[in-house]
């Protein structure tokens, strides 16, 4: 009787020691706020489109996505900064729309058979690459949030934006106004939106506080009303209007 009383206690003391370990393994550890990375998407549409697509329907593409942190929510390592590209290539900028992390170095290679000049003299991060010809690139390094309007100094067809933001959680619309951010990690942001043919108010308007909890989140839908655009031609980096491009000496082949 006695032995079975020792083993017994023996193995009730094996029991206790293993459910008051510290040494927790992580396969079953507690599940904390840090550890949910989320998949988060969502819907924008577009009312009084001015652009449709070939099937009759609002072009909703191009329109940023991003999510910016409160300062209660837990900090995580932000994604390594990579370098873009931002291509000039049949006499247009490709994409036409980029978000980007402020920090990131985006390359400008000239895919054309002749010069271009990119520059941008707007908010954001003004500069001027000058003329450089096929098959050379130049880089520029997004230092602080903004919206970057990006043009060609000889040929005026040719427009970008870059928007920097100061997170890592961003994305851009899909033709049908469709878009996902992963890795987001569980917490409060900002929701914000920028479009290029929308207005500062209702921007504002759409910007919304969402708490982000499961594995995959569902923002819902936001509605941006084109109707208010006037598309306007821009002036040239010195402020001028631009000059016919064919009798310019950069606009030949080099």
Not at 41 to 48: D, L, S, T
Not at 61 to 78: F, H, N, R, Y
Not at 230 to 246: F, L, M, R, T, V
Request: hydrophobic content about 40%; some cysteine; proline content about 8%.
């Amino acid at each position: 009787m006695s032995f079975s009383i020792r083993k017994c206690a023996g193995i009730l003391l094996a029991i206790c020691a293993l459910v008051f370990s510290t040494d927790v393994p992580s396969a079953v550890a507690p599940l904390t706020q840090n550890s949910i990375h989320c998949l988060v998407h969502g819907q924008i549409a577009i009312i009084n489109p001015k652009i449709k697509l070939r099937n009759g329907k609002a072009d909703c593409s191009g329109i940023a996505v991003w999510l910016d942190p409160l300062k209660e929510t837990p900090k995580t390592e932000p994604p390594r900064l990579s370098k873009r590209t931002l291509e000039q290539r049949g006499k247009r900028f490709i994409p036409h729309i980029m978000v980007i992390q402020v920090g990131t170095e985006v390359d400008f290679p000239n895919r054309d058979p002749f010069f271009h000049n990119v520059f941008s003299v707007y908010d954001g991060k003004p500069f001027d690459l000058g003329l450089y010809a096929n098959g050379e690139s130049r880089p520029v390094r997004f230092n602080r949030p903004g919206i970057s309007h990006i043009f060609c100094n000889i040929h005026p067809q040719m427009s970008a934006v870059i928007v920097a933001v100061q997170t890592p959680y961003f994305a851009v619309s899909a033709p049908d106004g469709s878009y996902s951010i992963e890795d987001v990690p569980a917490g409060t942001y900002r929701l914000r939106l920028w479009h290029e043919r929308s207005d500062e108010q209702q921007l504002a308007a759409e910007s919304r506080f969402v708490t982000i909890e499961s594995a995959v989140a569902n923002l819902g839908l936001s509605r941006l009303d084109e109707a208010g655009y006037i598309p306007a031609a821009h002036k040239d980096k010195n402020g001028q209007d631009y000059a016919d491009e064919s009798h310019l000496p950069a606009y030949r082949k080099p």
